[in-house]
């Protein structure tokens, strides 16, 4: 019945990385969608919404800068998976 739930940091750092992933997609998508469209006027002078393109790759950047931010984390984490693996082998034998 009592059994031990240790929280190791190789978990914690993948949870961690994730979160980052997920979330700077969310904060992409919510930039380009709020700032993307801007208002411009066209040749009659009508007042027109268009996607701006620097507003999009700003969004774009956002998503991708914590693509590779969680992506770093992940591949620390599977280090630190290695390790704790390989300790709770060399303790056994």
Same mark, same amino acid.
Not at 22 to 48: H, K, M, R
């Given at each position: 019945? %009592? ?6 940091? $190789?978990?914690?750092?993948?949870? *961690? @990385?994730?979160?980052? !992933? ?10 380009i ?10 040749? %009659?002078?009508?007042t027109?919404?268009?996607? $701006?393109?620097?507003?999009?790759? *700003? @969004?774009?950047?956002? !998503? ?22 390989r ?7």
């Amino acid at each position: 019945m %009592s059994e031990k739930h240790e929280l190791k940091e $190789s978990t914690t750092n993948t949870f *961690i @990385g994730w979160a980052v !992933i997920i979330l700077s997609f969310i904060a992409g998508s919510v930039f380009i969608l709020i700032f993307g469209q801007v208002e411009s006027q066209n040749d %009659s002078y009508d007042t027109v919404y268009v996607w $701006s393109g620097v507003m999009v790759a *700003i @969004g774009l950047g956002i !998503i991708l800068n914590g693509l590779l931010f969680g992506y770093l984390i992940l591949k620390v984490s599977s280090i630190l998976q290695y390790h704790e693996q390989r300790s709770i082998t060399n303790i056994a034998e």
